[in-house]
């Protein structure tokens, strides 16, 4: 599917779908995860990611490191406009709370999408995307459909995308931010999917015994109209998840 990838807001969406306070919530702590040194080639050549084997008392954890080499142009670009919006829109807006918010969204959002739970779904995603989805999602093969979810654990990296501030026609001014998510899931896809990040596996005790994961990534865009008297509401009004929801 091709769809264009703080504080409360249809930050107020997120706080009920997690039963959580209108500001956006905290950040959930990585949970241990399985053993053994793994190389990950990224989804894109911006970034690296590895882990390593770690010791403890409950024996060995997985490390997840990230590498990303960002050009200085659209750093400069970005951290313009968040001044702009602090300056204009938002004083209290900050990139690093808006970013903890659109993870745990994301995560609801893709268990949703893979659950086929459509309807909980209209006051997170805007109308003409959800009326995609439910064209879509009829269609998927149940392997595809799984690879949709994201446990918040499970996603390994985010970051900003573009960062747009626009006025309609009509005068309406807006603020859209996509987020670019990278996350693991063991759906059972095929290996050679096409156009899909590598596969990489993760041995247990029993070298015979390998689980499987899939490294893939999503792409979702948030919205909000900051029009004197407009609802202070996310809204997602694009959602990507390449080889898988097209």
Not at 103 to 128: G, H, T
Not at 132 to 150: G, T
Not at 162 to 173: A, E, L, P, S, T
Request: proline share 7%.
């Amino acid at each position: 599917m091709a769809l264009r990838c703080a504080a409360p807001g249809r930050v107020r969406w997120l706080a009920r779908a997690l039963a959580g306070s209108p500001r956006l919530l905290p950040p959930t702590a990585a949970a241990p995860g399985p053993p053994g040194p793994a190389r990950i080639r990224p989804p894109q050549p911006s970034a690296r990611f590895a882990s390593s084997a770690g010791s403890g008392t409950e024996g060995p954890q997985r490390r997840v490191m990230v590498v990303r080499i960002t050009s200085p142009f659209a750093w400069l670009r970005t951290r313009f406009y968040y001044l702009l919006i602090r300056l204009y829109f938002d004083q209290e807006f900050s990139i690093e709370e808006f970013t903890r918010g659109a993870k745990q969204a994301f995560s609801v959002v893709s268990k949703l999408l893979s659950q086929r739970k459509l309807d909980l779904l209209e006051e997170l995603v805007s109308a003409e995307v959800l009326q995609v989805l439910k064209e879509k999602i009829s269609l998927l093969p149940d392997s595809h459909r799984d690879a949709l979810a994201a446990d918040i654990d499970a996603i390994m990296y985010t970051t900003e995308g573009d960062v747009r501030i626009y006025y309609d026609d009509d005068g309406r001014k807006f603020v859209s931010i996509l987020m670019c998510f990278w996350y693991l899931n063991g759906a059972n896809l095929p290996d050679n999917m096409p156009g899909e990040a590598k596969v990489f596996q993760i041995v247990f005790g029993d070298e015979n015994t390998k689980e499987k994961k899939h490294l893939l990534t999503a792409n979702y865009e948030f919205q909000r109209e900051f029009t004197e008297g407009a609802k202070p509401d996310w809204t997602i009004t694009r959602i990507e998840h390449p080889r898988l929801l097209e």
